[in-house]
């Protein structure tokens, strides 16, 4: 990073930790809608967020508060309050089945640079390597990815003021179907948006001491 970049910026460490702080889990939202910008501006977010390979693999279905799927939306996420009573839902999806497109895609960005080097990692390594991959692993190794994606999306969520919720407790096959997806792609989480109420904190937030998670070497 330059240091221009750094001398610019606007952001502290305590104001991230901050915003990671306040970051809660709401099943309940009141009916206080998302602005638009708020939710472009998240999805830009995500879509920032790091992958392996840099193969993007991921998928954002935004369902939004007045699409005509929004109520098979809400029964994907088996009608959750969480989903129910939010006022966006997002979906993330893996898209293991377009790894090998995306290096390929890749190499010709770099081919197309003349940066034979990066574009040659691609070509033979890289694409290689995820179309020998076993599809369990695959999907594994994509899933990662995409939950990244969808850190960053809730994180900006919040520092627009508004609330989320990370949901796993849905039907995928539902929600395949509702988007027209293959076998292949991965469910892997929905993120319900909105502006959460007193009753969507379910509880005090819980962590086990961070000194059981962390070990210095
Ligand atoms: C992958 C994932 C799936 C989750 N699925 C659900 C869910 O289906 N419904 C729900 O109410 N909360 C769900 N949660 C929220 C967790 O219960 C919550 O993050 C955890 O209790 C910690 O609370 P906090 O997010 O407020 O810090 C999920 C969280 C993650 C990361």
């Known amino acids: 990073m330059t240091e221009q ?14 915003l990671a702080a306040a970051r809660r ?22 879509h920032l967020a ?7 693999p991921w998928e954002f279905h935004w369902v939004r508060h007045d699409s005509p799927q929004r109520d098979a939306a ?15 839902l997002v979906f993330f999806i893996g898209r293991p089945d377009l790894c090998v497109r995306r290096a390929a895609a890749l190499q010709a960005q770099y081919e197309s640079e003349q940066n034979e080097g990066t574009a040659a990692y691609y070509r ?12 369990a692993k695959r999907s594994a190794w994509v899933d990662k990815s995409v939950a990244l994606a969808a850190a960053q999306f809730m994180l900006a ?15 995928p096959s539902k929600v395949r ?15 319900s948006v909105g502006q959460g109420i007193p009753e969507g904190l379910y509880g005090p937030r ?4 961070l000194q059981d998670h962390l070990t210095e070497h």
Not at 25 to 46: C, L
Not at 74 to 88: K, M, N, R
């Open 5 to 18: 970049v750094k001398q610019d910026h606007i952001w502290s460490v305590d104001g991230f930790e901050q």
């Open 25 to 46: 889990s709401v099943r309940r939202y009141g009916e206080t809608p998302v602005p638009e910008d708020v939710m472009r501006a998240a999805v830009r977010s995500a």
């Open 50 to 56: 790091p992958s392996s390979n840099n193969l993007q």
């Open 74 to 88: 809400v029964e994907a996420c088996l009608s959750q309050p969480a989903a129910a009573t939010s006022a966006e």
């Open 124 to 135: 033979d390594q890289v694409g290689p390597n995820v179309a020998g991959m076993e599809a």
């Open 157 to 171: 969520i919040q520092a627009a003021g508004f609330d989320s919720c990370p949901m796993e407790g849905l039907d």
């Open 177 to 191: 179907a509702l988007f027209d997806l293959p076998q292949e792609a991965s469910v892997v989480m929905a993120i």
């Open 206 to 209: 819980y962590r086990f001491p």
